[in-house]
């Protein structure tokens, strides 16, 4: 599986060692607020975490593409993850990303999106990718517009209504930020 580095992340693939690490992240009730799942609640916080884990390296598998740990690289933390990812029955595949709360308003998301973005379309030659949110996450929007983004519709999606933004391939711009691709 490939791994990306940008001017302050690598975004790498996930190991079950991420688990510990994983399962703090996914254990804040403010970071899965608007998560399909919904907040989890703490007696079952490492089960869901480890299906979680397990669901992004068989996507992984099956697919060629998917979700990185998205990792700071001065301290080499574990910030949350970003990738690619099919929606459930949908030909189309997202874009999504969930962060450490610590780490929010940094464009930490920002960052990390563009360069999955950049990967679906110059690595996986997509010809589309899209995000979805819940209309109110007002901050995940705004991720989506300035990685490029454009918002097209109300939808339902995992059981939600959700705002649906899209990005297709003769539309996307990519931009001069860092970004380097090893095949791990």
């Excluded at 030909?91 to 780490?103: A, H, I, K, S, T």
């Amino acid at each position: 599986m490939p791994e990306i580095e940008t001017a302050r992340l690598q975004l790498r693939p996930y190991m079950l060692e991420d688990l510990e690490e994983l399962s703090v992240i996914l254990g804040n009730p403010e970071v899965m607020k608007y998560s399909p799942r919904g907040p989890i609640p703490k007696e079952k916080v490492k089960q869901a975490t480890q299906e979680i884990l397990e669901f992004f390296i068989q996507h992984w598998n099956q697919h060629g593409f998917g979700v990185w740990a998205v990792v700071h690289k001065p301290t080499s933390k574990l910030l949350g993850h970003c990738g690619l990812n099919f929606l459930p029955s949908s030909p189309e595949v997202e874009v999504l990303y969930r962060l450490d709360q610590g780490y929010w308003n940094q464009g930490i998301a920002t960052e990390a999106t563009k360069a999955s973005l950049r990967y679906g379309f110059e690595e996986v030659k997509l010809d589309k990718i899209v995000a979805i949110t819940a209309p109110e996450h007002l901050a995940s929007r705004r991720v989506m517009e300035k990685a490029g983004l454009k918002y097209e519709k109300d939808a339902h999606f995992y059981n939600l209504n959700v705002v649906y933004y899209a990005l297709a391939r003769k539309a996307w711009q990519p931009d001069n930020s860092p970004y380097i691709l090893e095949n791990a």
